[in-house]
């Protein structure tokens, strides 16, 4: 049986319930693993994974790493690619490969609590993980707004869907709250408090 031995990896990473989560999971799966936090700056990733001991074979990635991961050269799934963000890293053989998880953990975070279908989608931020809700979300008949604090982000955020219209809009718009049937937060901690009254009127 193969042991997985990996961590979650990012800055800051103290906050991380990540080790707690999946020590859990792996003795609840009678899996023999060891999964610790690690803080690695952006940047810095690269010279890390150099200096990673052979045992070692598994990782989770955080902010501010997702984009950086997928511009190392591994071998990365065309999901990944398409929205430039990546939460996996696993060795498999000898070589590294690159995934990310996030699209359907946001699909089945979402199927959990209801079995209904959104027209009108509003995602909160505008970094590697609202691209991966858009990917989540993305399909016929589906309308998808993207507040953004980064009008540069624009580009990345319409390609990361193949199939729904997305619109990008300012974070301080004057947003229709009442249009939207599903909201998104992905924004850092903190960054949406002040549209949480409005959210709720």
């Not at 707690?20 to 609840?28: S, T």
Request: aromatic fraction near 8%; proline fraction near 4%; hydrophobic fraction near 45%.
């Amino acid at each position: 049986m193969r042991t997985f031995n990996g961590a979650v990896l990012g800055s800051p990473i103290s906050y991380s319930l990540s080790p707690v989560i999946h020590q859990i999971a792996y003795e609840c799966l009678e899996i023999s693993a060891k999964y610790t936090a690690v803080e690695v700056k952006g940047g810095t990733l690269a010279k890390y994974l150099e200096a990673t001991p052979p045992e070692l074979n598994s990782f989770s990635l955080t902010m501010p790493l997702k984009e950086e991961l997928v511009d190392l050269g591994f071998p990365t799934s065309e999901l990944a690619k398409r929205i430039r963000s990546a939460n996996t890293l696993i060795k498999v053989g000898d070589n590294w490969k690159v995934d990310s998880t996030d699209v359907v953990g946001f699909q089945q975070s979402v199927a959990a609590k209801t079995n209904a279908t959104f027209q009108n989608l509003l995602i909160l931020g505008g970094g590697a993980t609202a691209r991966a809700a858009i990917a989540a979300f993305d399909s016929v008949g589906v309308c998808i707004d993207v507040a953004s604090r980064s009008a540069h982000r624009s580009e990345s955020l319409i390609k990361s869907a193949l199939f729904a219209p997305v619109s990008v809009i300012g974070f301080d718009d004057q947003i229709n709250w009442s249009k939207y049937d599903l909201i998104i937060n992905t924004s850092p901690a903190g960054a949406a408090d002040q549209l949480v009254g409005k959210i709720a009127g």
